[in-house]
Nanobody, 125 residues
Framework: VQIEESGGGPVQAGGSLKLSCVVS????????MGWYRQAPGNERELIST???????TYVDSVKGRFTISQGDAKNKWFLEMNNLKTEDTALYYC????????????????????WGQGTQVTVSS
């Protein structure tokens, strides 16, 4: 399984970025996908999820500014980030989330500590 994030970069506060995620290497059967981030000195946190029925969740710190969406293919999803703040500076990761889908349980590769390289977002004031 390979997870690839892209779209990060330097941006000024108030700016926008759109991150992309692609998972390849196996049949994609997950019903829930997520975006995580890890700021220096902090633990990695799950900041947003999207389910196959379109349900989305956000942590309070990004609610109203970030939008998670599904691509045309179910192994691709995005995170649109608007009104970025300096505290959004972090390494951003994506991953499918373990759970039952179509009657079967699928474990996420991150449960086996398999992550992508992440994409760095640096917001300057």
């Amino acid at each position: 399984v390979q997870i690839e994030e892209s779209g990060g970069g330097p941006v000024q506060a108030g700016g926008s970025l759109k991150l992309s995620c692609v998972v390849s290497g196996q049949m994609f059967n997950y019903c829930k996908m997520g975006w995580y981030r890890q700021a220096p000195g902090n633990e990695r946190e799950l900041i947003s999820t999207i389910s196959s029925d379109g349900t989305t969740t956000y942590v309070d710190s990004v609610k109203g500014r970030f939008t998670i969406s599904q691509g045309d293919a179910k192994n691709k999803w995005f995170l649109e980030m608007n009104n970025l703040k300096t505290e959004d500076t972090a390494l951003y990761y994506c991953a499918p989330i373990s759970g039952t889908c179509g009657g079967y349980f699928y474990a996420s590769p991150v449960d086996f500590d398999t992550w992508g390289q992440g994409t760095q977002v640096t917001v300057s004031s």
